[in-house]
RNA sequence: GUCCCGGUAGCUCAGCUGGAUAGAGCGACUGCCUCCUAAGCAGUAGGUCAGAGGUUCGAAUCCUCUCCGGGACGCCA
């Protein structure tokens, strides 16, 4: 095969100029091709590839499925890379592909290297992902981690379907849990001038991490902060102790492997005007109304009393209820905030963005979304992602976590018994909207039943082999140019055709923005190489390497060469790393 | 009360934006190391895809309702 682009697309292509084909000789009218797509089989006994184009066809060209699938089998047919092209019922078309067509994909895998599985859909198109954006009041635990996973994940995938990607973290810096940081950590600063300071009262953050953001404010200051009222010394105090926490944060981040280049401050919004543009732009609409709102529904709350305020119609654009901007005094709500905070993104050139959020979150997708519909006259496109909760277990009991009695997992506590692989893996192995268990004692363990070492233990299998060929001397020199002909055995085939199928799987899971199905699809990559290695075992002809047949070995060091890029590349894309050995 | 997310094998979960006989792993039973990492592989058993309607050539997948589990609802952030 030859052509431009991986194995699934080439196939579509030449689908497509098929259909052409028949539409112009008159014997198929064709004029939506959108739905027409190509797939692995589920039975191996279906070929290799198969296309539903028929099915689709079918309606708007009233003609029997079946009938136009042997139209384009037979056109399809007089491609030499098929080894057979059949039809079957209701309407399927399905390819086997010749063992030469097989193989030249590793040719392509190994010609490619790192870049093998990229693809050109995202075209350069910026879009912004906006993840973990904790607010700073504190270090990073458990439930900022599956967040922070999924998007710097997300964002690599992106990258890898040729976004130009930016991440983002939104640093919370204008409410009022920065000035409880502020009062908190000035607390501290008493105290680190010598201050008995007693029991931490209930509305501060008791944290001892604020202990050295004190100590700095005393070093910076000396005793002078202490003379002044609090309105005069918050604002210093809480720029520092925001800067603390972020560098904390940032620190936190790391260990995971995670650095993102765009903090926006809400403060900064705030101060450029961006609640104004907002609450203009949105009255110019007519989207804007002083109202009253219900009482909220199933939640007591004792001190409720309707009063005017400033709505956004934002049941215009789907949401459920309209939604207050401004407070009863005429202050903007956080809300406000918010729209005006995304309207920035906008403002710089992203009209494609990503946010994720946590679980309990997700109330406020559909007015954040509308707002952003409203703001934007339709151009710009927000898509949330909610990533559930994540359920700690310790020899199969649910860890209790409470912040009061201080008993939450940090992120660092959990990387560094779990590790940064393990934790990205674990936390990329499930799907975003289901909750995920993470169970300290399967993620460490080192056999088959972990899929994170599963998937690296093929890798290092992989690369011991080819330090052993690096070794042979009977190799050396002999690195030519390879027809691959010595890959015949159906298993080996089965590797390098689960290898031509990373390039279609990362382009869906980008499209889909689903991370997980790049971890899921290293694991079946990694199980057809196990595969291969066992079958070497019991049948001594399959070993990978024989002094006596240099072609055939080096054949096989080529295979060997693709698996191991194949797993490092998706790795690369979960942030795992693709080890040599497994220690 | 309303909204969001789940419900698939005994357990934990995939199922690629409607396709073929619904797939893995664990657990259970049975096998495979004079041989590149057995840290692995092979086989057997196990399902009314929560339930009921609907849409159509075709539904685990889309729509409606019901049941069960989780999360949320504000002028907080």
């Known amino acids: 095969m030859s052509g431009s682009g991986h194995l699934f697309e080439r196939l579509r292509h030449k689908l497509l100029a098929a259909l052409e084909a028949l ?3 008159g014997e198929l009218p064709v004029s939506d091709v959108s739905g027409v797509g190509v797939d692995v089989p589920k039975e191996r006994a279906h070929g290799d590839i198969a296309t539903n184009a028929a099915l689709v066809l079918a309606k708007p060209a009233r003609k029997p499925p079946l009938e136009i699938a042997e139209m384009i089998a037979r056109e399809m047919r007089k491609d030499e890379s098929f080894e057979k092209v059949e039809t079957a019922a209701p309407g399927f078309v399905n390819f086997t592909l010749k063992p030469e067509s097989v193989v030249a994909e590793l040719t392509e895998v190994l010609r490619e290297g790192e870049n093998y599985g990229k693809n050109t859909s995202g075209a350069g198109k910026k879009v912004n992902v906006e993840y973990v954006s904790a607010n700073p009041t504190g270090p990073l635990h458990i439930g900022h981690v599956r967040g922070a996973v999924f998007g710097d994940a997300l964002a690599n995938l992106l990258e890898w379907s040729g976004f130009d990607v930016c991440r983002e973290y939104y640093i919370n810096d204008a409410g009022l849990q920065v000035d409880v940081l502020a009062r908190s950590t000035f607390l501290r600063y008493r105290e680190a001038l010598g ?6 009262p209930d509305d501060m953050y008791p944290g001892e991490y604020l202990c050295a953001v004190g100590k700095a404010l005393a070093q910076e200051h000396g005793e002078s902060l202490l003379e002044k009222s609090e309105s005069e010394w918050l604002p210093a105090v ?13 620190e936190d ?12 401050s809400e403060r900064e919004v705030l101060e450029r005007g961006g609640v104004e543009r907002v609450l203009e732009r949105l009255s110019e609409k007519g989207l804007l109304y002083e109202g009253v709102l219900e009482p909220p529904k199933g939640k007591e709350v004792s001190d409720w009393q309707p009063r005017e305020q400033t709505l956004f119609r934002s049941t215009a654009f789907g949401d459920d209820t309209d939604r207050a901007l401004k407070k009863a005094d005429g202050s903007p709500t956080y809300f406000v905030n918010d729209i005006a905070y995304h309207f920035d993104k906008f403002e710089r050139g992203f009209s494609e963005m990503i946010d994720v959020w946590g679980a309990d979150h997700g109330g406020y997708i559909k007015r954040q979304q509308a707002a952003v519909e409203a703001m934007t006259d339709g151009k710009g496109c927000l898509d949330i992602k909610v990533c559930q909760l994540v359920r700690l277990l310790r020899d199969g009991e649910v860890v209790k976590m409470s912040k009061r009695a201080g008993t939450f997992v940090t992120l660092r506590e959990l990387v560094g018994e779990a590790g940064r692989d393990a934790t990205r893996f674990m936390m990329l192995y499930r799907k975003n909207d289901a909750v995920l268990d993470f169970d300290f004692a399967k993620v460490v363990e080192q056999s088959k039943d972990n899929p994170v070492f599963y998937v690296q233990y093929a890798h290092a299998r992989a690369r011991s082999v080819l330090r052993a060929a690096d070794e042979m001397p009977e190799l050396r020199d002999k690195d030519a140019a390879r027809d691959f002909a010595g890959l015949r055995h159906p298993k080996e085939l089965d590797v390098i055709k689960q290898m031509a199928v990373f390039p279609h799987v990362a382009e869906n899971a980008a499209k889909a923005h689903e991370p997980h199905r790049i971890a899921f699809y290293l694991y079946e990559l ?18 990978f390497l024989n002094p006596e047949d240099c072609k055939t070995t080096l054949d096989r060091v080529g295979l060997i060469r693709g698996v191991s890029r194949v797993l490092s590349n998706g790795l690369g894309i979960l942030g795992v790393e693709a080890p040599e050995e497994m220690r």
Do not use: N
């Not at 201050?195 to 931490?200: L, P, Q, R």
């Not at 809480?238 to 940032?250: D, F, G, H, S």
């Open 238 to 250: 809480r720029k520092t102790a925001v800067a603390l926490m972020l560098k904390m944060i940032k």
């Open 253 to 264: 981040l790391q260990e995971l492997g995670i650095v993102q280049e765009y903090f926006a």
């Open 23 to 25: 539409c112009k000789a």
């Open 526 to 543: 990694a199980s057809a190489f196990h595969v291969l290695w066992s079958e070497g075992k019991r049948d001594p002809s399959l070993r």
């Open 195 to 200: 201050e008995d300071i007693g029991k931490i």
